[in-house]
């Protein structure tokens, strides 16, 4: 279903890898041998902190980070996905490939926090699921977990 090209990317970059993954960034507006821009270095180092908080793959998956939303626009054109949704990220399973829109990490729309986008397609790839609902309720869970995390109790408790 997904016929995202990796050679729509002109520009890929490995900049660090949470556990055995690769993590790129990618750009269609960038030349060979240009440095990534800070914007998009911002986006790969907060997607490899978030991703190390979640649950992950623990080899394997390569997540690119597009960006630029015009380098976005063109990928998600490229897999059919202009269905006039708002997208973030994609996740294609069967290639273990994540795509992140870089801008929206660091940029983050009202109530689409960057803690949820990333939890979100982990959930994707850690459920193996495509079903929205269920990736989505997982995320919301493991960011409340995260932002609440259950303390400890010393004393006797009732569990
Ligand atoms: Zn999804």
């Given at each position: ?7 729509l ?5 490995s900049?660090s890898a ?9 750009s269609?507006?960038l ?9 998009c ?16 793959p623990?080899s394997g998956?390569?997540?690119?980070i ?6 976005w626009?063109?990928?998600?054109q490229?897999?059919g996905l202009?269905?006039g949704?708002?997208h973030?990220?994609?996740t294609?399973?069967?290639r ?6 870089g801008?929206k990490?660091i ?13 979100h ?8 699921s495509r079903?929205?609902?269920?990736v ?5 869970k ?10 400890q ?7």
């Amino acid at each position: 279903m997904l016929r995202f090209s990796t050679a729509l990317l002109l520009f890929m970059c490995s900049l660090s890898a949470v556990a055995q993954n690769e993590i790129s960034a990618s750009s269609l507006f960038l030349k060979p041998g240009e440095p990534v821009p800070q914007e998009c270095q911002q986006a790969a180092q907060l997607f490899a902190h978030l991703a190390a908080i979640y649950p992950h793959p623990k080899s394997g998956w390569h997540f690119v980070i597009v960006c630029d939303d015009n380098s976005w626009d063109a990928v998600m054109q490229k897999m059919g996905l202009v269905d006039g949704l708002t997208h973030y990220g994609e996740t294609e399973i069967d290639r273990r490939i994540t795509l992140f829109r870089g801008r929206k990490l660091i940029h983050p729309d009202t109530g689409v926090s960057p803690e949820f986008i990333v939890a979100h397609e982990l959930a994707h790839i850690m459920l193996h699921s495509r079903n929205e609902q269920i990736v989505d309720l997982t995320a919301r869970k493991w960011v409340e977990n995260f932002r609440n995390p259950i303390v400890q109790s010393k004393g006797p408790s009732n569990y």
